[in-house]
């Protein structure tokens, strides 16, 4: 497990079966570029942990990001935290 602060990272939800983690590292970069990018399997499948270099590139990567595409399905992006409570 990456030890990380969690204003850095951002929670992302919905990703579709077979998605690549360089299919999900694109999509990202096309805002702040990360520094991170790491889909789970198993238990928390159809999630990912992205990771920036800033607190403020990680919350503008959450504006930009909830609901775009990939293949096929709208992503939900959320802060860290927040998923990791519930």
């Not at 096309?30 to 607190?55: C, D, H, L, M, N």
């Amino acid at each position: 497990q990456l030890k990380v602060d969690p204003s850095l990272k951002i929670w992302i939800g919905n990703i579709a079966d077979g998605t690549k983690w360089k299919d999900l590292q694109s999509l990202v970069d096309q805002g702040p570029k990360s520094k991170w990018v790491e889909i789970f399997r198993g238990k928390g499948k159809g999630t990912a942990a992205v990771v920036y270099k800033t607190a403020s590139e990680a919350s503008e990567a959450i504006g930009m990001l909830n609901g775009m595409e990939l293949n096929g399905q709208s992503v939900v992006v959320d802060t860290w935290e927040k998923s990791a409570k519930a």
